[in-house]
């Protein structure tokens, strides 16, 4: 892979004030996808939801995000929980809202995950979630509401795992 544009989802068009908040993980395709939107113009910052009080991933993502060069916030999934009244919600079913009410109180517009699928708006203003070129993590996301996907970039959904893995290690 080339430092040069790397295509993804469409979102080559913004300008750099526009703000993107990715969350972490600390995993390869969290870098990758920071990355990708930082080459594409968008102004990064991450963010970690914290499942559980000892979760090893807070950690992890906020050495990527020092590594990185970017500003990493930790969100607690336990708050968000109480805060939406939803007690039958799973943890992890709580990352996508945790990132959007985070992006809300930060005044920024996208949130963005290192998952490898699409997500397309049709000509009728309807965003579909579409199963990645190579990888296919859409399943895990097929349950989004429209309000999420209108505000999801996926930037992996036109790479490999080892262009991914590339990008990561650069």
């Known amino acids: 892979m080339s430092d040069t544009f790397l295509p ?12 993107v908040l990715v969350g ?32 090893p991933v807070v950690d992890a993502a906020k050495e990527a995000a020092k590594a990185l060069g970017i500003e990493c916030i ?11 009244a939803e007690e ?9 809202p945790a ?3 985070a992006a809300d109180r930060l005044g920024i517009q996208y949130i963005a995950t290192g ?3 699409r997500v397309e708006t049709g000509a009728d203003g309807v965003h579909v979630l579409c199963p990645a070129e190579i990888a296919d ?3 895990r996301l097929a349950a989004l ?3 999420t996907l209108g505000r999801l970039i996926l930037p992996l959904g036109d790479f490999s795992p080892e262009d991914v893995a590339e990008m990561a290690a650069e």
């Open 24 to 55: 972490l993980c600390g995993g390869t395709g969290c870098k990758a996808a920071v990355r990708i939107l930082q080459q594409q113009g968008f102004a990064v910052m991450g963010a970690v939801v914290r499942l559980c009080t000892d979760d």
């Open 88 to 96: 039958t919600a799973a943890p992890a079913d709580l990352r996508f």
């Open 115 to 117: 998952h490898r699928a």
């Open 8 to 19: 993804g989802s469409g979102f080559d068009t913004y300008e750099q004030q526009d703000k």
């Open 137 to 139: 993590e859409s399943a």
């Open 145 to 147: 509401p429209q309000e």
């Open 74 to 84: 930790t969100l607690n999934a336990s708050e968000l929980a109480s805060q939406l």
């Open 99 to 101: 990132l959007l009410a």
